[in-house]
């Protein structure tokens, strides 16, 4: 653990920057490189991560800067508590949103393409690892990614 305080904020910025890079990564080439295409509520998450990102670059170039590092990691967190609730509403805990998602894509015939489009549906996990969907690992990675950035921030304050 960094123990001087600029050690600290400068680990902070890096989780900031590496939380939601890997985290969007990860999103985009379960998508593009394994054909998990996202749900309407798989989208919402990744809107905090790409927010989250531009803070964190902004507290990397602006040195001294604690603020874009504060808000990169609470976008972090809203992102991970919007997997928390995804994550329950694919193992039924509560209701979700009723629509899904298409991956149609604009151009030629355009009713061709919505009807032979997979429908995606926020309520079905499409991968698992040890029971955890997508959506149940971003909730773990990015609050626990949104802690660690805390807890670096905290200790760099009291040095």
């Known amino acids: 653990m960094p123990t001087s305080g600029s050690a600290a904020l400068r680990l902070a910025r890096w989780l900031a920057l590496l939380v939601p890079a890997a985290l969007l990564g990860g999103a985009y080439l379960s998508q593009y490189g394994f054909g ?7 989208w919402w998450q990744r809107y905090p991560h790409a927010i989250a990102l531009a803070l964190a670059a902004l507290g990397l170039a602006v040195p001294g800067a604690r ?35 298409s991956t149609a894509a604009p151009g030629g015939n355009v009713l061709e393409a ?46």
Do not use: K
């Open 67 to 101: 603020w874009p590092v504060v808000l990169a990691a609470v976008a972090i967190a809203v992102s991970g508590l919007i997997g928390g609730y995804h994550a329950g509403v694919e193992y039924h805990w509560w209701e979700g949103v009723t629509r899904c998602t």
């Open 114 to 159: 919505i009807l032979d489009a997979p429908l995606i549906r926020c309520d079905q996990a499409q991968w698992t690892l040890f029971g955890i969907s997508l959506a149940g690992f971003n909730f773990l990675f990015s609050i626990a990614g949104a802690a660690l950035i805390g807890v670096f921030l905290a200790r760099s304050q009291r040095t």
């Open 36 to 42: 998990l295409y996202p749900c309407e509520m798989c």
